[in-house]
Nanobody, 121 residues
Framework: QVQLVESGGGLVQAGGSLRLSCAAS????????MGWFRQAPGKERNFVAG???????IYADSVKGRFTISRDNAKNTVYLQMNSLKPEDTAVYYC???????????????WGQGTLVTVSS
């Protein structure tokens, strides 16, 4: 069973940048599709970005051109580089893993505990 631990959240001004990290345990990390989701206060959790085992990536329209997802299989880690942050990006960000290699926007089985990102105006 894969376990996920996020880090890198914090407070940043609008226009700034943050990089989130998600460290995964387990020897099958390289074969899993990984994703980032976020949940703003009072709202549902939404897909942000995903990356497949081949490196294929997909993004929500709201973050295209600003966020970049990447993975380092040697370190069992997936990253989310967030640039040009906006107040509406404020949310708890969750790392998630699928039990399959192909990246999608849904059907993630394993979740981290979340890390809070706050963007001030």
């Amino acid at each position: 069973q894969v376990q996920l631990v996020e880090s890198g959240g914090g407070l940043v001004q609008a226009g700034g940048s943050l990089r989130l990290s998600c460290a995964a345990s387990g020897r099958t990390f390289s074969t899993l599709a990984m994703g980032w989701f976020r949940q703003a206060p009072g709202k549902e959790r939404n897909f942000v970005a995903g990356i497949g085992w081949t490196g294929e990536t997909i993004y929500a329209d709201s973050v295209k051109g600003r966020f970049t997802i990447s993975r380092d299989n040697a370190k069992n880690t997936v990253y989310l580089q967030m640039n040009s942050l906006k107040p509406e990006d404020t949310a708890v960000y969750y790392c998630a893993a699928r039990t399959f290699a192909v990246v999608t926007t849904t059907n993630y089985a394993v979740w981290g505990q979340g890390t809070l990102v706050t963007v001030s105006s």
